[in-house]
């Protein structure tokens, strides 16, 4: 049985794979915590701290890109034999053809409802860069989630501004939260909109642990 086929079976029988490397989570948000538990048994957290405005691009796909890689390689140093996982979320909409406007994590509560006002009755792609950064090399990635909300009225996104969700979240909002009546439509994986696309991250150590298990059987 190779390493790449051991996590696999043991996740469809419902238990967390068993990764032949250590894994740093690179972010201290609770929700990519706890969705990378669904499939590492154990990881230390070591959030990275960097100048995320420096890093921003005019595509929210590169500006997801570089954010992620940014991260794994700013905690990497710390943990030299360790797979640094590093994420970042940008939620964007259209707003001419080929032209995206970036929401970030709102400032203030005017700012959390302007963005809710920008996403009213309108689609968004919430995409999710994610970075792995370890002995063997680095890699990033995108995952886009495309999230259509009906519109909202001005008193629903003051409600929901004052319960104070919306202020740690890309786009001012949380699927898995109040803004989840608002959502009527999801066409991509909705961990991803969360904050980690688990089964694409899967595969990526997966296809770590097979090159790793390979290395090994060649020494040997």
Request: positive net charge.
């Given at each position: 049985m190779t390493e790449r086929t051991l996590p696999?079976?043991?996740r469809q029988n419902g238990l967390v794979p068993a990764w032949p490397f250590p894994i740093v989570l690179a972010?201290?948000?609770p929700r990519r915590a706890e969705l990378l538990s669904k499939i590492a048994p154990e990881f230390t957290v070591d959030p990275a701290h960097l100048d995320e405005d420096a890093l921003t691009a005019r595509d929210p796909w590169q500006t997801a890109e570089n954010l992620s890689l940014a991260k794994a390689l700013e905690v990497r140093p710390?943990?030299?034999e360790a797979?640094?996982?590093a994420g970042d979320t940008v939620v964007a909409y259209e707003e001419c053809p080929g032209v995206?406007?970036?929401l970030a994590k709102p400032e203030t509560e005017e700012d959390a409802?302007?963005?809710l006002r920008a996403l009213s009755g309108r689609a968004h792609q919430v995409i999710t860069g994610v970075a792995l950064a370890s002995p063997w090399g680095r890699?990033?990635?995108c995952v886009t989630s495309t999230v259509w909300f009906r519109p909202i009225s001005e008193d629903e996104v003051w409600e929901y501004v004052r319960t104070g969700e919306p202020m740690d979240k890309a786009g001012a909002y949380a699927i898995q939260g109040g803004a989840a009546k608002w959502v009527e439509r999801v066409d991509g994986p909705v961990d991803n909109v969360i904050g980690l696309p688990v089964d694409e991250l899967t595969l990526r150590l997966e296809r770590l642990?097979?090159?790793l298990a390979s290395t090994r059987a060649t020494r040997d």
């Open positions: 696999s079976l043991k972010s201290a948000s710390r943990h030299p797979v640094v996982v995206y406007v970036q409802a302007r963005m890699e990033a990635f642990a097979d090159y």
